[in-house]
């Protein structure tokens, strides 16, 4: 995949459900390919900030402090989509609706997980 430099991909915030919505990020997930839209560790922060979870204040340090570490952004990356995963696995097993919240806590689960390893990877040394 091409990066298109300067211009984030416009991800979809369709459920009102942000673990929902983040498992949208690999696309046609069904498919013989889908398409990963978090390729990058760029793209994660942009999920981010498009998900409003980030100020813009904070994706900017965010990707100014993985561009000194880049190891370590490439870990969180990794991490999150792991994470993704196992989320999109936990959807995918369960044929009913899920319950009110349910979603609401496996992403407050998964952001204690991942946002301190961002913090982390992008603490100033």
Known sequence: MTPDIGRPFEFGFSSSQLAL??????????????????????????????????????A???????????????????HAIALR??????????????EAGMIEETIRKLGAEVWPRVEEATAPP
Do not use: C, M, N
Not at 61 to 75: I, S, T, V
């Open 21 to 58: 919505d983040f498992t949208k990020t690999l696309s046609g997930r069904t498919k013989s390919q889908p398409v990963e839209r978090l390729s990058y560790y760029d793209d994660l922060v942009h999920w981010g900030r498009q998900a409003g979870a980030l100020t813009d204040l904070d």
């Open 60 to 78: 900017q340090r965010l990707l100014r402090e993985a561009r000194r570490r880049p190891g370590r952004a490439q870990a969180v990356l990794e």
């Open 85 to 98: 995963e196992a989320g999109a696995d936990a959807i995918i097993a369960r044929p009913v609706a899920p």
